[in-house]
């Protein structure tokens, strides 16, 4: 057990207990730690004897090793679904975990919140200190966003300047004040160029589910509408807006 990665150990304790009560094939991948290269991943397989007059039990068994295989089976699904630049996830996976938290539970779901932050002048700060301070300013500001989030949520880029928020479960009114008030006082605060440049302004829109709509589409036209009402709204620096019922799209200008 001291050789097997703490991620797996887990899963190793329970396949031991399957074979051993139920019989259960011990059959599975997973990482062992080597003396001078970290860990490797190994397909192990084993099978319970009975040794000897005692009828003493071991688990006898075999390694395959897998690292390569593996390890360019998660490199073809981090291209598929991270972000290059952020390593935040992209649009087809936030799209996933999306659908899944529709379709979690066979009633309807608990409430969460969905949020749509654009960066606010992001193509004037690109324009006039360069790509590389852009990327920076992206890559700081997903790292901070990242940072406000419990393990039951996340973070993803959509494109561009666009990101998006899963937030499990549910923010209130207050809680969501509080959540983004945070976010832009933070914000205030990120460093972007080696000259020192820093701030990052955003405009944010939030919406809940059930209350706000009970398909993607509806939950993320309804965060959409808000934080373009945020971005009209806005004089100076970031602004937030809850959705709410009255908001009409049509006569909100991109």
């Not at 860990?39 to 099978?47: I, S, T, V």
């Amino acid at each position: 057990k001291n050789l097997i990665h703490g991620e797996e150990l887990e899963a190793f304790e329970r396949a031991i207990a399957r074979h051993i009560t139920k019989d259960k094939p011990l059959e599975m991948h997973c990482r062992l730690r080597q003396r001078a290269s970290g860990y490797r991943w190994f397909l192990l397989n084993g099978q319970l004897l009975n040794i000897g007059k005692s009828g003493a039990q071991h688990i006898v068994g075999s390694l395959l090793d897998m690292n390569d295989r593996i390890e360019q089976e998660h490199q073809i699904w981090r291209m598929a679904h991270l972000d290059a630049l952020t390593q935040l996830p992209n649009r087809s996976l936030f799209n996933q975990r999306f659908e899944e938290r529709l379709g979690a539970q066979s009633k309807r779901p608990a409430p969460f919140s969905i949020a749509i932050v654009d960066i606010n002048d992001f193509k004037l700060i690109n324009d006039a200190k360069g790509h590389l301070a852009g990327d920076r300013l992206l890559t700081e500001f997903a790292g901070l966003m990242q940072s406000k989030l419990n393990t039951d949520s996340l973070v993803a880029r959509l494109g561009g300047d666009e990101f998006a928020f899963l937030l499990n479960p549910a923010l209130s009114d207050e809680e969501a004040s509080t959540f983004c008030n945070e976010l832009i006082n933070e914000a205030l605060h990120l460093v972007y160029t080696d000259a020192g440049d820093r701030g990052v302004a955003f405009s944010l829109g939030m919406a809940r589910y059930p209350e706000h709509g009970l398909t993607m589409e509806n939950l993320l036209r309804a965060a959409d509408t808000a934080m373009y009402q945020a971005k009209r709204d806005k004089i100076t620096g970031s602004r937030f807006q809850l959705f709410h019922a009255g908001m009409d799209e049509t006569r909100i200008q991109r």
